[in-house]
C-alpha cells in the first residue's frame, strides 16, 4: 500500500489562479521527488527535495520539503492549460532505495 | 537520446493466457524497475533490478509473475496465468544508478503497457 498521502486527490483549478498540493508521510523521509503525469501519458521527473526546509522553484512551481523531512508541498502560482495533469510525490525512507509513490492529485484547468 | 522503450503498448487477453512485455531502457542505465499502476493510483514497485541481478522483488507476485533481465539491458515481465485483477498499466524505468546517501538519480519512464483481461 502507499505510505505517502498526497492531498487533494483532485484539484479543480481557475486559470491563472494558485493553488498548492500537498504531500505527507508518517515516516522520516530521506528524499522526496516530484513527478507529472500528462493524462495517457507516463510520469516525468520534476525536481529531487533532500535537505530538510529546502525550497526550489521551476518558473511557476515552487516545491517544498518539510523541516521534519515527513511532508512536502507543490505550489503553482498563475495556473496554465499547460499545467492539466496528476502530480506525484514519491518518498524515499532512510537505508531504503524503494521510491513510494503516492496516489496524485489530478489537476483541471478552467479556462 | 532515445528514451524508455515499451511493446505493447496495449494488451487485451482472456483469463488465464500467459502475457509478456518487453523493456528496452536508455542507454547506459544500469537500474531498470518494473511499476504496477492502478486506475487513479500511482506507480507501486514489483521488481527493481541493478544489472542483471534483481535486488528488490519483495513486492512481485511470484506465484504468476516472472521477470528477467539476462544481459543487463533489456527486462521481460510475465504474466501466468492473467487474473482479471492484473488488468492495468505496467511501466518500466529505468535510472543511471540508484545511488546513496540522500539523493538518487530521477527514474525515466517508459509510455507502459495497457493491459486489459477479459
Known amino acids: 500500500g502507499q505510505q505517502v498521502m498526497q492531498i487533494p486527490q483532485y484539484q479543480h483549478v481557475q486559470e491563472g489562479e494558485d493553488f498548492t498540493t500537498y504531500c505527507n508521510s508518517s515516516?522520516?523521509?530521506?528524499?522526496i521527488q516530484w513527478y507529472k503525469q500528462r493524462p495517457g501519458g507516463h510520469p516525468v521527473f520534476l525536481i529531487q527535495l533532500v535537505k530538510s526546509g529546502e525550497v526550489k522553484k521551476q518558473k511557476r512551481l515552487t516545491f517544498q520539503f518539510g523541516e521534519a523531512k515527513k511532508n512536502s508541498s507543490l505550489h503553482i502560482t498563475a495556473t496554465q492549460t499547460t499545467d492539466v495533469g496528476t502530480y506525484f510525490c514519491a518518498g524515499r525512507r532512510a537505508n531504503d532505495y524503494k521510491l513510494s509513490f503516492g496516489a496524485g492529485t489530478t489537476v483541471t484547468v478552467r479556462a | 537520446e532515445a528514451g524508455v522503450v515499451q511493446s505493447p503498448r496495449y494488451k487485451i487477453i482472456e483469463k488465464k493466457q500467459p502475457v509478456a512485455f518487453w523493456c528496452n531502457p536508455i542507454s547506459g542505465h544500469n537500474t531498470l524497475y518494473w511499476y504496477l499502476q492502478n486506475l487513479g493510483q500511482g506507480p507501486e514497485l514489483l521488481i527493481r533490478y541493478e544489472n542483471e541481478e534483481a535486488v528488490d522483488d519483495s513486492q512481485l507476485p511470484k506465484d504468476r509473475f516472472s521477470a528477467e533481465r539476462l544481459k543487463g539491458v533489456d527486462s521481460t515481465l510475465k504474466i501466468q496465468p492473467a487474473e482479471l485483477g492484473d488488468s492495468a498499466v505496467y511501466l518500466c524505468?529505468?535510472?543511471?544508478?540508484?545511488?546513496?546517501?540522500?539523493?538518487?538519480?530521477?527514474?525515466?519512464f517508459g509510455p507502459g503497457t495497457r493491459l486489459t483481461v477479459l
Open positions: 515516516t522520516t523521509l530521506s528524499n
Open positions: 524505468a529505468s535510472s543511471s544508478g540508484s545511488g546513496q546517501g540522500g539523493g538518487y538519480n530521477e527514474q525515466f
